[in-house]
Structure formats: C-alpha cells, structure tokens
C-alpha cells in the first residue's frame, strides 16, 4: 500500500492496526479453550481474580505471537487477498515498531502470569509462544504440508494453562483437551485454506489445498475429525465427568462428523468452491469447539 494512503490515517487507524496485528479472533479461539479448563479444575467456579489475571497474560501473550508471526510473514501476506489489508501491508505500522509492540506484549504477559498466577502456567505460555513463532511460522510453514498439522501444537497450549493456573500442577485431563484441539485444527485450517488455496498457490505456501486434490483433502478432513470426536469422548472416562458432558460431546461430534462428510462428498464431485463450501465446515469447526469447551465448563456445575 503507498505511503501516501498510511500517512492519512488517523490516531484510531493506528491504534486499531495494532489491534489487528495481534489477530483478536484468534485469541477469541485460544481464551475459549482457557476459561472452561479453570471451571473444570476448579470444580466449579474458579476465583475470579486468577481468571481475570490468566485472561490478561493469556491474551497478551498470544497476541505477541501474532505480531511476530504478521512481522515475518508480511512479505507474503501483501500477495494475499485475505491479508494484504494487515497493518503491516499497509505500512499503517513499521516492521521496527511491530516487533518492539509484539516483544512488548511478550514480556508483560510473562510478567503478569508470574506475579498473578503461578511459574508453570508462565513458562508454558513462553513455551507456546515460541513454538508458534519459531517452530510454525519460521521453520515448517513454507516448508511442509504438515506445517498446520505440527505449527497447531501451539494452540493446544491454553488448555494446559488453563489447567496449570488453577492446579499448579499437569494431569491427565488437559492433555486429553490439549489433543482435542491438535486433532481440530487440520479440519479446521485446511477447509479456510482450501478456500484461499490459490493465495497461498500463488506464494509458495505448501498447505495441504495447494498440493493435494479437494477429494484429498475432504478424506483427511474427515479422517482427522473422527479421531477428534473419539478423543473428545475420552475425557469422559479420564475426568470422570458427569453425563453433561458426554451426551454434548456426542452430539457436537455427530453434526460436525455430517458436515465433514458432506463437504468430503461433494470434493469428489467437483472442485468448484461454490459447490465445496469449506467455509461452512471453516464456521461449524469454530461453533463446535466453542460449544464443546462450554460443556467443559457446565460439567461440574451441574454436578455440583
């Protein structure tokens, strides 16, 4: 974008181009698989200064990830239709100043979770940050057609800080949701990137859409959503939750495994996008996590 149209922007543009370099539906995403944890480990409902505190560094720390992630990237998000309108394309904001802005919301997040919540849920935090920053976006992104499959370990994090923040310590439990959201998030990804596969064609970006046919895709879709349902289930035994949970658990994953197969079906039968649809697989994904942490949560309210 010229300098000319950055220069005209207001104090709020820039304000809220910072905003949006720290990707706030993202975070959106990763606090939902925070919150419900607290409540699961609670047992009910968690103090609400620790939630308060988890939520602050939690956000801030995802958001630094993020802005490390646009300042990396935005050679290739200035090609792309659903990222050139970013910041750093723009050039609203320098790449000097987004990395001081993204190191700033790191240590902050890191000084926050150590002072407020505990020294475990802080280390894992920096440990998701850099795995994401490091390990997806610099290392397997451009790489593999893995990259998602691997880079998505990042956003399993939350829910072992949201565990570690009210427990001090690991369990069983919060691994069982940490690989609900690993095998989630190839659904997840791959039919948003199915619906950008020729941005990402066009940049060298192996994910999974540019390399393989829509059928593939549609088949690894579904294949990787019946091992996120079966997992989803095993919480119930590992937890011991009430019956809340499971009969949620099953019946989320009935409509998400109809879509997925849908989807899959009508890959193999065109390769038009209009047809596919992955973006209402994209949209079911976001509203069955959602509502599968909610049932997390509720679990033990209503037992009691």
Same mark, same amino acid.
């Given at each position: 974008?010229?300098a000319?149209?950055a220069a005209?922007?207001?104090?709020?543009d820039?304000?809220a181009?910072?905003?949006?370099?720290?990707?706030?539906?993202?975070?959106?995403?990763?606090?939902?698989?925070?919150?419900? =944890?607290?409540?699961y480990?609670a047992?009910?409902v968690?103090?609400l200064?620790? =939630?308060?505190?988890t939520?602050?560094?939690?956000?801030?720390?995802?958001?630094? /990830?993020?802005?490390?992630?646009?300042?990396?990237?935005?050679?290739?998000d200035e090609?792309?239709?659903r990222t050139r309108?970013?910041?750093l394309?723009?050039h609203? =904001?320098?790449?000097?100043?987004?990395?001081?802005?993204g190191t700033?919301?790191?240590?902050?997040s890191?000084?926050?979770?150590?002072?407020?919540v505990?020294?475990?849920?802080?280390?894992?935090?920096?440990?998701?940050?850099?795995f994401y920053?490091?390990g997806?976006?610099?290392l397997l992104k451009r790489?593999t057609t893995q990259?998602i #499959?691997?880079g998505?370990?990042?956003?399993?994090?939350?829910?072992?800080?949201g565990?570690? /923040?009210?427990?001090?310590?690991?369990?069983?439990?919060?691994f069982?949701?940490?690989?609900?959201?690993?095998f989630?998030?190839?659904?997840?990804?791959?039919?948003? /990137?199915?619906?950008y596969?020729?941005?990402y064609r066009?940049?060298?970006?192996p994910?999974?859409p #540019?390399v393989a046919?829509?059928?593939?895709?549609?088949?690894r879709i579904?294949a990787?959503?019946?091992?996120?349902?079966?997992?989803s289930l095993?919480l119930?035994?590992?937890?011991?939750?009430?019956?809340a949970y499971?009969i949620a658990?099953v019946l989320l994953?009935?409509?998400?495994?109809v879509?997925?197969?849908?989807?899959?079906a009508?890959?193999?039968?065109?390769?038009?996008?209009?047809?596919?649809?992955?973006?209402r697989?994209?949209?079911?994904?976001?509203?069955?996590l959602?509502l599968?942490?909610?049932?997390v949560?509720?679990?033990?309210?209503l037992?009691f």
């Amino acid at each position: 974008m010229p300098a000319a149209e950055a220069a005209g922007k207001t104090w709020r543009d820039v304000v809220a181009a910072y905003v949006g370099l720290t990707k706030p539906r993202v975070i959106e995403l990763l606090l939902l698989t925070t919150v419900p =944890v607290m409540f699961y480990a609670a047992r009910g409902v968690p103090d609400l200064g620790l =939630v308060v505190a988890t939520v602050v560094g939690g956000t801030l720390s995802a958001g630094s /990830a993020s802005v490390f992630n646009c300042v990396y990237d935005r050679d290739i998000d200035e090609q792309m239709r659903r990222t050139r309108r970013r910041a750093l394309p723009r050039h609203i =904001v320098s790449p000097r100043a987004a990395l001081v802005f993204g190191t700033v919301l790191g240590v902050v997040s890191t000084a926050v979770l150590l002072a407020f919540v505990n020294p475990l849920s802080a280390a894992l935090s920096v440990g998701a940050n850099a795995f994401y920053v490091f390990g997806y976006t610099m290392l397997l992104k451009r790489r593999t057609t893995q990259n998602i #499959v691997w880079g998505g370990i990042a956003g399993c994090f939350p829910a072992l800080i949201g565990w570690t /923040a009210v427990t001090g310590s690991l369990a069983w439990t919060p691994f069982v949701l940490f690989l609900v959201v690993f095998f989630w998030t190839p659904p997840h990804t791959w039919a948003l /990137a199915l619906r950008y596969r020729e941005d990402y064609r066009n940049v060298d970006v192996p994910m999974l859409p #540019v390399v393989a046919s829509a059928s593939d895709v549609g088949r690894r879709i579904v294949a990787y959503s019946w091992v996120m349902v079966a997992t989803s289930l095993v919480l119930w035994p590992v937890a011991g939750t009430g019956p809340a949970y499971p009969i949620a658990a099953v019946l989320l994953g009935a409509v998400f495994l109809v879509e997925a197969h849908r989807m899959w079906a009508r890959t193999r039968t065109s390769d038009d996008l209009s047809v596919i649809q992955p973006m209402r697989l994209f949209h079911s994904s976001n509203l069955y996590l959602s509502l599968l942490f909610v049932a997390v949560a509720l679990d033990p309210l209503l037992r009691f």
